[in-house]
Structure formats: structure tokens, C-alpha cells
């Protein structure tokens, strides 16, 4: 497959075949203008014979891409033999080139993800690196979609979209639902940093909670899935975790109010005349790591059943 252009994005090939029974139906490939630089994984239906099947797809984008593309593959192609309505979909996840040391995080996660702030209001204290987010909608819509409909999947017939994102990729799906409703059809925020800036976020809901605010309405309203553990904000000591280890890990987790915040969000915007459906999901037994694989598996439900 050669290389493909948009503007001045190129699309390099880093890998766009492996052994069937190793990791089949799966690309990575390098999207670069030079100044941003991403490592995007396309993976199809297992049923495909190749990228140029003529059949009608869903679409999911997922944040975090180095941690969760895979995941998120796995888990539609798990769904697949046990759902026998389930659509042709295809995944895409958005990753990057490197990670943090022992990690599959990426710094570049902090300009990407974090939303911006008001042109008077005091820069956000972390992460401390300007906001790129409205940029990376703007690559999400006008580079990567265009590219993953027309360059590698060009007879496809593509209907919905859904954008996926976790903790700090959690914030920025909000963001977007906010800044751009049209985007996509559904909009899955699993452990939203809502904590972040103070809370800030959450005094920038008017666009979804103002009956008269000026904002478009897209064609079809969007729905929204918030996702959270309970064992988030209100941890439990582990069977062979110290007592010195348990407090130290509820010093972090507890001040990011986790339930507390995701439930004031859900019902600031539960009656929301913007969005044709909100769900509220706790995951009472998970921690806020887990969360990011048991929402997308429900994500799926929620995006393809809705």
C-alpha cells in the first residue's frame, strides 16, 4: 500500500499486514504534517478479505491508542459470534509514536486531550502545556476521517461514528460533545478527568444545558455514555496492600471525586434537549485502570444498540 497524502499530512504504512493467526485485519500506520505526529491502528472485520470491501460500516475512534487499540479491537470481535446483528464496524485508535517509560501513555496525550480555557480566565496549573484540543478535533475530522474513508477503505459505505476516551481521553470527548456535537453519533467518556483545573469543565456545560443558547443543533442529536468505578473515589484496601501503600493510593484517588463529579455531570445534562439519550454507568468493582476496557465493551452496546 502506498503512501497517501491530505494537505500536508502523509499517511506512512508501518506495518499493514500480519499472520492470520497472530493479528489479522489489523494496520498501524504513521499520520505526520511534520509538527504533529500520530501512530493510528485501523483494524477491520474479521469477515474482510481485504480493505476494499464494498459493505456498510459503523465507525469507532478511540483515544489512547497504544493502550486501548487493541483492546477495543478484541472486545468487537469477541461481541461478533454472540451478536449475530452485529454491523461490519471498524476501529480506529489514535496513538502516538512513543510513551512514557513502563508505560503505553503518551506526554503528547496532555496537549492533545486538554481542553482550552477561557481567553480571561488563568491557564490550567497541569499539565502545564497548552491546549491542543481544538486542533486534534480539527485532525480527527478533516484528516483522519477523510483518510480512513477514502484512502483505506474506499468502497466502504460508512454511517455512524462514535469517539471513545478514558480519564484524561474521557475529558476530551466531553470536550468535543461541547465544542462539536456533530461530530460523531455517539460520545463514550469512561473515568472523565472531570476533576481537572478545579473542575472547570463542569462550568462550561451551557451548550447541552441552556435551552436557549445559540449553539446548532446537528441533524441527528448525539448520545452520550459516561462510565465510572465506584471504587474510584472510595477505594478499598487490597488483601496484601500495606496500610501505608492504601493511604497513599486513596491520596490520589479521593481528591479526583470521581463519583461525585461524573454524577453532577450526568445530571446537569440528563434532561438535555441537545442529546437524544444520556447513560450513567458504575462499574461498582472496578478501580479507575479497569474501567477503560469495561466501558468500551459496554461502549459497544451502547453505540451499536442505540
Given at each position: 500500500?502506498?503512501?497517501?497524502?491530505?494537505?500536508?499530512?502523509?499517511?506512512?504504512?508501518?506495518a499493514?499486514?500480519?499472520?492470520?493467526?497472530?493479528?489479522?485485519?489489523?494496520?498501524?500506520?504513521n499520520?505526520?504534517?511534520?509538527?504533529?505526529?500520530?501512530?493510528?491502528?485501523?483494524?477491520?472485520p474479521?469477515n474482510?478479505?481485504?480493505?476494499?470491501?464494498s459493505?456498510?460500516?459503523?465507525?469507532?475512534?478511540?483515544?489512547?491508542?497504544?493502550?486501548?487499540g487493541?483492546?477495543?479491537?478484541?472486545?468487537?470481535?469477541?461481541r461478533?459470534?454472540v451478536?449475530?446483528?452485529?454491523?461490519?464496524?471498524?476501529?480506529?485508535?489514535?496513538?502516538?509514536?512513543?510513551?512514557?517509560?513502563?508505560?503505553?501513555?503518551?506526554?503528547?496525550?496532555?496537549?492533545?486531550?486538554?481542553?482550552?480555557?477561557?481567553s480571561?480566565?488563568?491557564?490550567?496549573?497541569?499539565?502545564?502545556?497548552?491546549?491542543?484540543?481544538d486542533?486534534?478535533?480539527?485532525?480527527?475530522?478533516?484528516?483522519?476521517?477523510?483518510?480512513?474513508?477514502?484512502?483505506?477503505?474506499?468502497?466502504?459505505?460508512?454511517?455512524?461514528d462514535?469517539l471513545?476516551?478514558?480519564?484524561?481521553?474521557?475529558?476530551?470527548?466531553?470536550?468535543?460533545?461541547?465544542?462539536?456535537?456533530?461530530?460523531?453519533?455517539?460520545?463514550?467518556?469512561?473515568?472523565?478527568a472531570?476533576?481537572?483545573?478545579?473542575?472547570?469543565?463542569?462550568?462550561?456545560?451551557?451548550?447541552?444545558?441552556?435551552?436557549?443558547?445559540?449553539?446548532?443543533l446537528?441533524?441527528?442529536?448525539?448520545?452520550?455514555q459516561?462510565?465510572?468505578?465506584?471504587?474510584?473515589?472510595f477505594?478499598?484496601?487490597?488483601?496484601?496492600?500495606?496500610?501505608?501503600?492504601?493511604e497513599?493510593?486513596?491520596?490520589?484517588?479521593?481528591?479526583?471525586?470521581?463519583?461525585?463529579?461524573?454524577?453532577?455531570?450526568?445530571?446537569?445534562?440528563?434532561?438535555?434537549?441537545?442529546?437524544?439519550?444520556?447513560?450513567?454507568?458504575?462499574?461498582?468493582?472496578s478501580?479507575?485502570?479497569?474501567?477503560?476496557?469495561?466501558?468500551?465493551?459496554?461502549?459497544?452496546?451502547?453505540?451499536?444498540?442505540w
Amino acid at each position: 500500500m502506498s503512501l497517501s497524502q491530505i494537505g500536508t499530512w502523509s499517511f506512512h504504512p508501518l506495518a499493514t499486514s500480519f499472520p492470520g493467526n497472530i493479528l489479522p485485519n489489523v494496520q498501524f500506520w504513521n499520520v505526520t504534517n511534520g509538527t504533529w505526529e500520530y501512530q493510528v491502528q485501523v483494524a477491520y472485520p474479521l469477515n474482510w478479505t481485504s480493505t476494499g470491501e464494498s459493505s456498510t460500516v459503523d465507525t469507532m475512534y478511540v483515544l489512547d491508542g497504544n493502550a486501548l487499540g487493541l483492546t477495543a479491537t478484541e472486545a468487537l470481535r469477541r461481541r461478533r459470534p454472540v451478536e449475530f446483528a452485529q454491523p461490519d464496524t471498524i476501529v480506529v485508535s489514535i496513538g502516538y509514536p512513543e510513551t512514557l517509560p513502563d508505560s503505553p501513555y503518551s506526554s503528547h496525550r496532555s496537549y492533545d486531550y486538554q481542553p482550552p480555557v477561557c481567553s480571561t480566565c488563568p491557564p490550567a496549573p497541569a499539565p502545564g502545556v497548552p491546549s491542543n484540543a481544538d486542533n486534534f478535533m480539527e485532525i480527527l475530522d478533516s484528516v483522519l476521517r477523510p483518510w480512513v474513508r477514502k484512502s483505506v477503505f474506499p468502497n466502504a459505505q460508512f454511517e455512524r461514528d462514535a469517539l471513545y476516551g478514558h480519564s484524561f481521553g474521557g475529558l476530551f470527548v466531553l470536550y468535543a460533545l461541547l465544542k462539536r456535537p456533530e461530530m460523531f453519533d455517539t460520545f463514550l467518556a469512561a473515568s472523565p478527568a472531570l476533576f481537572w483545573n478545579d473542575g472547570y469543565i463542569l462550568n462550561q456545560l451551557a451548550p447541552l444545558t441552556n435551552k436557549s443558547s445559540l449553539s446548532p443543533l446537528p441533524k441527528k442529536k448525539p448520545a452520550f455514555q459516561i462510565s465510572y468505578g465506584a471504587l474510584e473515589q472510595f477505594p478499598v484496601k487490597r488483601r496484601t496492600e500495606t496500610q501505608a501503600d492504601y493511604e497513599f493510593r486513596k491520596s490520589i484517588l479521593v481528591p479526583m471525586q470521581m463519583t461525585t463529579l461524573t454524577n453532577r455531570l450526568y445530571n446537569a445534562v440528563k434532561k438535555s434537549t441537545k442529546l437524544r439519550d444520556v447513560s450513567l454507568h458504575e462499574y461498582p468493582f472496578s478501580d479507575h485502570a479497569a474501567v477503560a476496557a469495561a466501558a468500551f465493551g459496554d461502549g459497544i452496546d451502547y453505540f451499536l444498540d442505540w
